[in-house]
Nanobody, 128 residues
Framework: QVELVESGGGSVQAGGSLRLSCVAS????????VAWFRQAPGKEREWVAG?????????????DYSDSVKGRFTISQDNAKNSVNLQMNSLKPEDTAVYYC????????????????WGQGTQVTVSL
């Protein structure tokens, strides 16, 4: 059983930065594809970014971003801490949402239904 715990959310002004962390237990993050999703009030949960290691014995990571965050957000993996992080810069009010990390076996996916394990979420609020 994989358990994911997010942290790092908070309230910032537009243009500010936050760093979210997703720490995994029960499994090694490098064995999974991990993604960040977000859900704003009244909206569906949407994929934000994903990361997957290229393979055993490699240090290559494949990352992908939604168009709305590309160039502003960076997803990374910290194997020493068994975590996946999301650095969010140049935040906008439209980034306000609850952010969730999720993991799955196999390749990355942008589909909510593809992910087996979810964290409880962390709130990010961006004000003008």
């Amino acid at each position: 059983q994989v358990e994911l715990v997010e942290s790092g959310g908070g309230s910032v002004q537009a243009g500010g930065s936050l760093r979210l962390s997703c720490v995994a237990s029960g499994a090694t993050v490098s064995s999974y594809s991990v993604a960040w999703f977000r859900q704003a009030p009244g909206k569906e949960r949407e994929w934000v970014a994903g990361i997957r290691r290229g393979g055993l014995g490699t240090v290559t990571y494949y990352t992908d971003y939604s168009d709305s965050v590309k160039g502003r957000f960076t997803i990374s993996q910290d194997n020493a801490k068994n975590s996946v992080n999301l650095q969010m810069n140049s935040l906008k009010p439209e980034d306000t949402a609850v952010y969730y990390c999720a993991s799955k076996t196999g390749l990355n996916s942008r589909s909510v239904s593809s992910y087996n394990y979810w964290g409880q979420g962390t709130q990010v609020t961006v004000s003008l």
